[in-house]
């Protein structure tokens, strides 16, 4: 299990806290069941209530200010999207008990899929592919910046930075090589498009191998089509990613930069969880893996790309930090 509190001033969330909030402000649901769901996210908590519905608090005060966000624009986005996805049913506020606005959800089945371990793929990533066209088509008029809207040079620093510190266990050679590809690759050249910013397996719900919901979408917003390709690292093996590319049909610079991405927000997670959270550092790890691995742009004769402790396979995946 994670640490019950993963950041600094973050607040005891526990049963009775959300039972007491619930009996405060929304007394028709204060007597239903309710149990933590075992996820071990690390921006939210989450509790499930009742048979079909879940309540979920911010750890912290970026992800409350995700809030309003998501009640404004999941109802929108919904309709147009192949795959569920949470449907607000009640905003809660701040108490002195609980210092954020929090959510009530409706509840989606599924289960997160191990990354890079699906058994069949091949259907999962045409149903990811699927879903990423149709969010990047969705009109944009009004719409926020994503959270990973920016540049990718913008990141430069950090992840060199990154990539410096985790000397240890990455190949450091490896890693500065995708990364200066990906800062060669030209820039989107379209405007920006709708992406979720955070397609990784504990966002992902999967059943009998097809994609059936994408939840946690407090990243969302406009960005670089490419963000949203981390996917094909994060959650499909090598073999299936050639399917996703080709129905998406990006080109390669945008392929490239999605491959940038992928390293820049995995180095940081390691960076962050490792010793305190190790299942994301595993899920780090893994992808680190599978981008270094890639034989296309490894330098001839590179060490394998992580080094050290070997990666943990969890049961379950977990978001990533706001990196």
Excluded at 43 to 68: H, I, T
Excluded at 78 to 87: E, G, T, Y
């Amino acid at each position: 299990m994670p640490p019950r509190t993963l950041h600094p001033d973050e607040p005891e969330i526990d049963v009775a806290l959300v039972r007491r909030l619930l009996r405060e402000q929304f007394p028709q649901w204060a007597d239903l069941a309710l149990a933590a769901t075992g996820s071990a996210g690390t921006a939210n908590v989450m509790y499930r209530l009742g048979a079909d519905m879940v309540v979920r608090l911010p750890r912290v005060a970026g992800a409350a200010s995700d809030v309003e966000k998501e009640h404004a624009w999941l109802p929108r986005l919904a309709p147009r999207l192949p795959a569920s996805v949470p449907v607000p049913l009640g905003k809660g506020v701040p108490t002195d008990r609980y210092p954020w606005p929090w959510s009530v959800y409706g509840w989606l089945d599924g289960e997160n899929p191990s990354a890079g371990r699906v058994a069949d793929p091949g259907p999962l990533a045409r149903d990811l592919a699927e879903f990423v066209a149709a969010l990047h088509r969705i009109d944009t008029a009004g719409a926020p910046p994503a959270y990973r809207s920016e540049p990718l040079p913008d990141r430069d620093s950090a992840t060199r930075s990154a990539i410096d510190a985790l000397r240890a266990e990455v190949d450091a050679a490896a890693a500065t090589a995708v990364w200066e590809a990906a800062l060669r690759a030209p820039r989107w050249p379209g405007a920006p498009v709708w992406i979720h910013a955070d397609l990784q397996p504990g966002n992902l719900l999967v059943a009998a191998g097809r994609l059936g919901g994408v939840i946690d979408f407090g990243c969302m917003g406009l960005g670089d089509p490419a963000v949203d390709t981390i996917a094909a690292w994060y959650v499909l093996p090598a073999a299936a990613r050639g399917a996703f590319r080709a129905a998406l049909g990006y080109d390669e610079a945008t392929w490239v930069r999605g491959r940038g991405w992928a390293l820049s927000i995995a180095l940081m997670e390691l960076r962050h969880y490792r010793g305190t959270h190790e299942r994301m550092a595993g899920i780090a790890r893994h992808v680190l893996g599978e981008l270094l691995a890639d034989g296309e742009r490894r330098p001839e004769g590179a060490a394998h790309p992580t080094r050290g402790r070997p990666e943990r396979s969890p049961a379950s995946v977990i978001p990533p930090p706001r990196r």
